[in-house]
C-alpha cells in the first residue's frame, strides 16, 4: 500500500511558492486532472489534483491553513526537496 504524506510548503497566498511549484509541476510533465475553487466567508479555498510519476497529487490552498502538498510520500518528498533547491 502506498505512503499518503501531507506537507504545508507555504503561505496561501506566497505568490513566489505558487509560481516555482507551477513551474516544477510543468516541468515534470504533471498533468491536471481536476480543479476546485471556492470562498466560504472570510476563507478562500483552491484544489488542484494533478498526476504526476502515476500518482496523484493533491495541492490545496486554503486561507489559515496554507498551502499543502498531500500524495504519495515519496512524490511529495521529491517536489519539496526540488522547491528547496530552487530557494538556494
Known sequence: M???KTVIIGAEYN????DKLELLLLQEGAALTAQKEGVAGSQ?????QVMLSGSMIS??????T???IT???AVVDYLCLALQKQAT
Open 44 to 48: 478562500d479555498y483552491q484544489c488542484y
Open 15 to 18: 505568490k513566489e511558492v505558487i
Open 2 to 4: 502506498e505512503e499518503i
Open 59 to 64: 495541492i490545496e490552498l486554503e486561507t489559515y
Open 66 to 68: 496554507g498551502m499543502a
Open 71 to 73: 500524495g504519495n510520500a
